[in-house]
Antibody
Framework: QAQLVESGGGVVQPGRSLTLSCGTS????????MHWVRQSPGKGLEWVTL????????NYAESVKGRFTISRDNSKNTVYLQMHSLRADDTAVYHC???????????????????WGRGTLVTVSS | QSVLTQPPSVSGAPGQRVTITCTGD?????????VHWYQQVPGAAPKLLIY???NRPSGVPDRFSGSKSGTSASLAISGLQAEDEADYYC??????????FGGGTKLTVL
């Protein structure tokens, strides 16, 4: 059974750093593009970043660009999120999610998230 | 404030039908981008419910259905059951094909 399990969350002071991990099992990790999506307390979902299956393509939301870095280790079936210069508004549950590609009738490719983890809570507070 | 607008809450009695709307604009849904729907029970991982506007992954009951028209999409749940009580989120894309989410709708089964 495919599974994603996040870890590494905790309470951290503003300006400090934290690294999250997302361990995976039950599917071919090296063939999957992976994303991090966060959810602020009582609020909705916000896309954070993605990494392609081979790690060569990385995209970031403007809100985290220059502060967060996504990486992966295909030998360990794990994706990471390094977070630096943390701010109070980074406080959220961070979910990792697997991307599934599909094609519309015109042949354009799109994607959705077909597998999510429960998330790990990051609290940025002094 | 989410770019895709959903009602904060909806409710219905067991057996009834409810609809959750997701309203965007001509920079996202109105461009023709598809909409996907996720269900999240508090404390659990989100779960894919509908993809590409109308498609149900295997294992999702046919009580759940999706539609899209113009700048909006809808998720309908018929024959409401207590286990349907959860938060529901729509997802589409912005002009750079980054994910856009709705603010979420809390479904209460009365």
């Amino acid at each position: 059974q495919a599974q994603l399990v996040e870890s590494g969350g905790g309470v951290v002071q503003p300006g400090r750093s934290l690294t999250l991990s997302c361990g995976t099992s039950g599917f071919t990790f090296r063939s999957s593009t992976m994303h991090w999506v966060r959810q602020s307390p009582g609020k909705g979902l916000e896309w954070v970043t993605l990494i392609s299956d081979d790690g060569n393509i990385k995209n970031y939301a403007e809100s985290v660009k220059g502060r967060f870095t996504i990486s992966r280790d295909n030998s360990k079936n794990t994706v990471y999120l390094q977070m630096h210069s943390l701010r109070a508004d980074d406080t959220a549950v961070y979910h990792c999610a697997r991307e599934e590609i599909y094609y519309d009738t015109s042949g354009y490719s799109y994607w959705y998230y077909d597998l999510w983890g429960r998330g790990t809570l990051v609290t940025v507070s002094s | 404030q989410s770019v895709l607008t959903q009602p904060p809450s909806v409710s219905g009695a067991p057996g009834q039908r409810v609809t959750i709307t997701c309203t965007g604009d001509n920079s996202n849904i109105g461009t023709g981008y598809d909409v996907h729907w996720y269900q999240q029970v508090p404390g659990a991982a989100p779960k894919l419910l509908i993809y590409a506007n109308i498609n149900r992954p295997s294992g999702v009951p046919d009580r759940f259905s999706g539609s899209k028209s113009g700048t909006s999409a809808s998720l309908a749940i018929s024959g409401l059951q207590a286990e349907d009580e959860a938060d529901y989120y729509c997802q589409s894309y912005d002009s750079s094909l980054s994910a856009l989410f709705g603010g979420g709708t809390k479904l209460t089964v009365l």
